[in-house]
């Protein structure tokens, strides 16, 4: 059973930082595509960042320069750092794992206070 768990997620002020982390398990980890998406209230849910098997990663073009993400397949564990934390970046954070599927874990809740 494939399980992806995200956590770091909360409340802090525009500027501020936070670290997102999802831990799966089920899932052949250091081959699989692990991205980050968010959806704000009343949009669609959007990419943020993926980071493959190999270690290539890539961002969207409104997070660039202020999220990174990394992974440390030892652990299964994919990371999201959110620094310059902007409202607008306010939404639920989503962690996808992909291989011959698409999972996704349950969503941590990010809140970015002007």
């Known amino acids: 059973q494939v399980q992806l768990v995200e956590s770091g997620g909360g409340l802090v002020q525009a500027g501020g930082s936070l670290r997102l982390s999802c831990a799966a398990s089920?899932?052949?980890?250091?081959?699989?595509?692990m991205g980050w998406y968010r959806q704000a209230p009343g949009k669609q849910r959007e990419l943020v960042a993926t980071a493959t098997g190999d270690g290539s990663t890539n961002n969207v073009d409104s997070v660039k320069g202020r999220f990174t993400i990394s992974r440390d397949n030892a652990k299964k564990t994919v990371y999201l750092q959110m620094n310059s934390l902007k409202p607008e970046d306010t939404a639920v954070y989503y962690c996808s794992a992909r291989n011959a599927r698409v999972f996704w874990g349950q969503g941590t809740q990010v809140t970015v206070s002007s």
């Open positions: 089920g899932i052949i980890f250091s081959i699989s595509t």
